[in-house]
């Protein structure tokens, strides 16, 4: 009689997950779950401020099609989800506010990305500061873009740290605006002054003037052979 000991996709999945929930890992997945407690508590408990009442009302006009034109301070992004949110239940400050405190956690679990510029310890007490600060904790529970903005603004900043540290990228690679997080746009008036602020990239008519003068300055000192010209840069 003979034992058939092959192990079955469910326990390699479990090897694999078991494998993969290092101790640093479970602590992010604490930290992560303690900042979606504190932004999801009693969310729905305050009354709407006015610019949150702008947002939902905003939402509420779409669904309804009313032909009313949202606010200029309206984030586009938190419309078009208030706007899916209110079709399927209720417009309450609770389903108003849940996208933002989303939102607001993820962008605690985005400092796992900068292992490597802060250290293992450092981006973990970063996000422990991130999960219990008051400020994002208020910006998380407001019915409001900036938790988006913010969040754009850590996703920016994870990725150009990521594109720094690759050791194989092009180091005369050109981050546009086309290459930024839609999200970073999205939020109301603050994003894009945000994305400036965090990683606002140098205009490309400026770039193609400064890519002239390096190819003249080659030029002169090299000749034609080794200079790439500006329309191949």
């Known amino acids: 009689m003979t034992v058939d000991i092959t192990p079955t996709n469910t326990n390699r999945t479990g090897a694999a997950i078991v494998q993969w929930l290092t101790i640093e890992r479970m602590a992010y997945i604490a930290i992560g779950m303690l900042a979606l407690v504190l932004r999801l508590v009693g ?6 401020a006015p610019g949150e009442a702008v947002q939902a009302m905003a939402a509420l ?14 984030s586009p992004l938190l419309l078009s989800l208030h706007a899916l949110t209110f079709l399927v239940t209720h417009a309450t400050e609770a389903a108003s506010r849940v ?22 310890l450092g ?11 008051s400020s994002l904790v208020f910006w998380s529970r407001s019915a409001t873009g900036e938790s988006f903005t913010l969040l754009a603004a850590m996703a920016l900043i994870v990725g150009l740290a990521g594109w720094r540290r690759d050791p194989g990228g092009d180091n005369s690679r050109r981050i546009d605006r086309q290459e930024l997080p839609p999200a970073a746009f999205a939020g109301g008036d603050t994003g894009s002054a945000t994305v400036f602020f965090f990683g606002g990239t140098t205009p490309p008519r400026f770039r193609w003037v400064a890519s002239r003068r390096g190819y003249a300055s080659c030029m002169r000192h090299y000749g034609a052979g080794p200079c790439s010209g500006p329309d191949r840069m």
């Not at 981006?123 to 422990?128: K, P, Y």
């Open 99 to 120: 996208w933002p405190a989303l939102a607001g956690t993820l962008l605690v679990l985005l400092t796992y990305g900068l292992r490597k510029e802060l250290g293992r």
């Open 123 to 133: 981006a973990l007490f970063a996000a422990l500061l991130l999960a219990v600060s």
């Open 61 to 74: 006009d779409l669904i309804r099609h009313t032909g009313a034109q949202p606010a200029g301070e309206t």
């Open 43 to 48: 969310l729905g408990q305050q009354v709407m």
